[in-house]
């Protein structure tokens, strides 16, 4: 088992560009993969024993235990995938940044679908996820040019919009969003969006209202600087990845564990256990 993560490259930060493996205790490997289709990467995803890879070059990549590539979707203009997750009918679902919208991609890769939701549905997706009973959780934040907003939507039966779900939380920003053992929805927030004084925290909601439950922060074990990806590990510890670090949670308890992984100049984006 390695603790993958993709750390972006370009505008977004020194950052590498590439997926990086570590041991479960935080020993850097190497990359993943030197496959020149992985191009300033960001969402992950595991199904069949595959690794499902969003790459900056507008394609979904299927990977290997060795990090040979085995299945890939071609370029697909205009794609600029974001996160990435599977859903309760198989199919692995991707963030489009540029349509403001997720789509949907049979395994195979071979095919993808239209928009699962309407074209532009938030201003900048920044994370989603499935609940326990299908609903579908859309985070919405700032992008790089400070537009947006701060909310997070949830999509029931139809993919409608549920009124009766409602996040009124003036202190968040999300980066990621992911679902919790409980069923809750977690997220990644730096609020202020990009400031050099934001609050960096982990935020839960109830999955029934959108009622904020709890705050996990960091403490002097961990800087926590621009938190992105957020993965749940076999231990039920919870995983954020953010500048320079790999950051855990013990979820039961709200105690941040301090750095599982230290690594200067890693930009991560998303984190995910493969093997």
Excluded at 113 to 126: C, H, T, Y
Excluded at 251 to 274: D, K, M, R, W, Y
């Amino acid at each position: 088992m390695v603790l993958l993560v993709t750390s972006a490259s370009g505008s977004n930060g020194a950052g590498y560009g590439k997926l990086l493996a570590f041991t479960e205790s935080g020993q850097l490997l190497e990359p993943f993969t030197e496959d020149t289709r992985v191009s300033d990467p960001r969402g992950l995803g595991v199904s069949g024993g595959l690794l499902f890879l969003n790459s900056g070059s507008d394609r979904i990549l299927a990977l290997d235990g060795k990090g040979q590539v085995v299945r890939d979707s071609g370029p697909i203009p205009g794609l600029n995938p974001g996160g990435g997750n599977f859903g309760p009918d198989g199919r692995y679902y991707v963030g489009s940044r540029t349509a403001r919208t997720i789509v949907a991609f049979e395994p195979t890769l071979a095919s993808w679908s239209e928009p699962v939701l309407p074209p532009a549905v938030v201003p900048f997706p920044r994370g989603f996820a499935f609940g326990h009973d299908g609903t579908l959780f859309l985070a919405s934040g700032i992008g790089q040019d400070g537009e947006g907003d701060n909310t997070i939507l949830a999509f029931g039966p139809g993919r409608r919009i549920l009124l009766s779900w409602n996040v009124a939380d003036a202190e968040f920003s999300p980066l990621d969003l992911a679902i919790a053992p409980n069923g809750n929805v977690v997220v990644s927030s730096e609020h202020p969006f990009d400031a050099p004084d934001a609050v960096t925290t982990i935020r839960e909601y109830d999955w029934t209202d959108g009622r904020l439950v709890r705050v996990l922060a960091p403490d002097r074990q961990a800087r926590f600087g621009k938190p992105r990806g957020l993965r749940f590990g076999r231990d039920g510890k919870l995983y954020c990845v953010a500048q320079d670090e790999v950051v855990a949670f013990d979820f039961a308890t709200g105690e941040c564990l301090g750095s599982t992984v230290s690594l200067p100049s890693l930009n991560g984006q998303a984190v995910i256990f493969f093997g």
